[in-house]
């Protein structure tokens, strides 16, 4: 068997569309474009990447961005109070404080600080008590794009059995989350589960959120599963000096046994900040008391 390759940028891409498709409808009722403010702190070199990118794809959508860059030394009260105006600030919709931040700022108070109907990311704790109790609110950007390629790729997902690898509170557990209101029967594996491969051999859906390059093997894999794989890990090239990036499943291994997989990159990375932008839409029409549009 070859397992088809799932396709997450040209899936992110068409959620963009429609994202961007639905701005000018918001704007002919509300006068203004939904607003997506990004806190960056320091100087981290990944970090000023996912930031520029993000403020780009949201100009791309039609949408505002606001960019704040602080220094690598902002104390958590200017931090707090950057944050609080941003609550107050009627033209901003969503809210993202970049992680990681720097370690005199606790990050838990920063999440815990943002108004939840502006917390697009989905991290905050409210969030995570509307989700695991099935309110509506914001789900982390991340396992709702994993969310949106399985349905995509599987249609209904009802009844099948499905092991997320990785409990984080980003990835993992709202990944569990989201899977169990899909009615799927939901195994949450991590470092201490015993057996893992023949944890991973029961899955008809397979969540890699591990951090670890291709641990996932070819023959952890019940033939016909559906793998999708969040991992980004930096490896050695074949030549002296390049890296290269691969997931968390050793990808040809599980091609060959799959029904459906991811590749890294151009699976889930691309997912993220589409699944952002459609968060974005979507508060801004929540705080318009307007309908969010179908489709998203
Ligand atoms: P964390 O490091 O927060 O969590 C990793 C999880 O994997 C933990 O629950 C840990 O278990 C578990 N784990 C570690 N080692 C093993 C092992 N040997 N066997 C089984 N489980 C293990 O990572 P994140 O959830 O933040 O991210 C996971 C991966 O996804 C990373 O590669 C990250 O770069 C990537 N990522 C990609 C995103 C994207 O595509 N846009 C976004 C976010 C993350 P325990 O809890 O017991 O320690």
């Not at 806190?39 to 000023?48: C, F, I, N």
């Not at 609080?84 to 600030?89: F, I, Q, S």
Request: one cysteine or more; charged letters at 20%; proline letters at 7%.
């Amino acid at each position: 068997m070859t397992a088809a390759t799932i396709d997450g940028k040209a899936f992110a891409q068409g959620l963009r569309e429609r994202v961007a498709a639905a701005v000018p409808a918001f704007v002919a009722a509300t006068g203004r474009a939904p607003g997506l403010a990004v806190v960056l702190v320091g100087e981290d070199p990944a970090s000023q990447v996912y930031v520029r990118s993000k403020g780009k794809s949201t100009l791309e959508a039609g949408m505002a961005s606001f960019e704040h860059r602080l220094p690598a030394e902002t104390g958590e009260d200017e931090l707090l109070a950057v944050v609080a105006r941003l609550n107050a600030d009627p033209a901003v919709d969503g809210i993202l404080v970049q992680l990681p931040l720097p370690a005199q700022i606790d990050e838990a108070a920063v999440i815990a600080a943002i108004d939840p109907d502006k917390d697009v990311d989905g991290f905050h704790v409210i969030n995570a008590g509307r989700l695991a109790t099935g309110a509506p609110g914001f789900v982390p950007c991340t396992p709702l794009g994993c969310l949106m390629l399985l349905k995509d790729a599987l249609g209904d997902l009802s009844g099948l059995e499905a092991v997320v690898v990785g409990r984080s509170n980003i990835v993992g557990k709202p990944m569990a989350q989201l899977l169990l209101a899909e009615s799927c029967t939901v195994t949450v594996a991590h470092s201490r589960t015993r057996d893992l491969p023949a944890v991973v051999r029961r899955a008809d859906i397979v969540v890699a959120a591990v951090g670890r390059p291709e641990m996932i093997r070819g023959d952890w894999l019940k033939p016909g599963a559906a793998v999708i794989d969040v991992g980004i890990n930096r490896v050695p090239g074949s030549e002296p000096g390049k890296t290269r990036l691969v997931g968390d499943v050793a990808f040809a291994e599980a091609a060959a046994v799959a029904g459906h997989v991811t590749p890294v990159p151009g699976g889930v990375g691309p997912m993220t900040i589409a699944c952002l932008l459609r968060n974005t839409l979507v508060a801004a029409h929540r705080r318009e008391r307007l309908d969010a549009p179908a489709g998203l």
